[in-house]
């Protein structure tokens, strides 16, 4: 849960592969770095088993670029496609049951918040629409009712992409799948609805084909659940397997969806919007430029 955990000790620096030197002298750990730098720095995620093309991977990665502080971050996340990314990250991540991942978070972030009274430790959720819309719906309901202080990110593709094609409660109606045959019948649930209601301080819907939106997204869902209450990222992270979407039309798919149902939006409370204005101050005082 901090650098220290990874530095290495002196004198041993040279026993240890280049792949982990890198990750404590040239990755997220040493400096905070940009989505445009991609490709220059050790990245807290390299190599995954997902599939080719996996938009849900593309989203992840740029995300992990957004986390404000990762060593102190902890990933808890759920069964389905996105923990084979997360597992392998270099960022601490919890294996909740299937369906409790947002209680799960809500007793460690007040663990930590007793333990570590004067660092902050950041808890971000992230989980696919079936963890969470779906088995895992009571849970993360309970978890903004009551205001506990993470990050819930939904990875929205739409359907049971880890199972073999189940329609889940975000499936759009009348879509047929591999084990939906005559058609999903009723409308996708309207989870930043119930977000808004519930009072989630910070709302925002995102699809992966705008890395830096993506990125400046989770940071700013991070720091508002630090200091204000629970906040909410949906992803469109599509399984181009269940959909048939062949890999090199996955950006494409992506952006036609952005364009008919899924575009960019963002929602705060009233004092969320406040605290958020005295960061930006803040980092403007101190010359500090903004996440890329």
Request: proline share 5%; with cysteine; net charge neutral.
């Amino acid at each position: 849960m901090s650098l220290e955990t990874v530095r290495v000790a002196p004198g041993f620096e040279k026993y240890l592969p280049i792949e982990y030197q890198d990750l404590v002298n040239d990755s997220q750990f040493v400096k905070e770095r940009k989505v445009s730098e991609i490709g220059s720095f050790k990245e807290l995620i390299e190599e995954h088993p997902m599939c080719a093309g996996c938009a849900m991977t593309l989203f992840i990665r740029t995300a992990l670029v957004g986390l404000p502080n990762p060593e102190h971050t902890i990933h808890i996340g759920t069964a389905g496609c996105g923990r084979l990314v997360l597992t392998q990250a270099a960022v601490p991540f919890i294996y909740g049951n299937y369906g409790d991942t947002n209680a799960v978070a809500a007793g460690l972030k007040r663990g930590l918040s007793i333990r570590f009274k004067d660092a902050p430790k950041d808890v971000v959720v992230m989980a696919g629409d079936g963890g969470l819309a779906d088995i895992g719906f009571a849970a993360v309901m309970h978890s903004w009712f009551r205001k506990e202080k993470f990050t819930t990110i939904m990875l929205d593709n739409e359907v049971y992409g880890n199972t073999g094609g189940q329609e889940s409660g975000m499936t759009q109606k009348g879509m047929v799948l591999k084990m939906a045959p005559t058609g999903k019948k009723f409308e996708k649930m309207d989870m930043m609805g119930l977000a808004k209601t519930a009072g989630v301080a910070y709302i925002a819907r995102v699809v992966p084909t705008n890395p830096t939106r993506v990125a400046n997204t989770v940071r700013k869902a991070v720091l508002i659940a630090r200091e204000i209450g629970p906040t909410y990222i949906q992803a469109y992270t599509s399984c181009n397997i269940e959909y048939a979407i062949p890999t090199p039309k996955v950006m494409d798919d992506a952006r036609e969806v952005e364009k008919d149902r899924y575009g960019f939006t963002e929602y705060l409370t009233d004092e969320a919007k406040a605290y958020w204005e005295h960061l930006e101050q803040e980092r403007r005082k101190l010359k500090v430029p903004a996440a890329k």
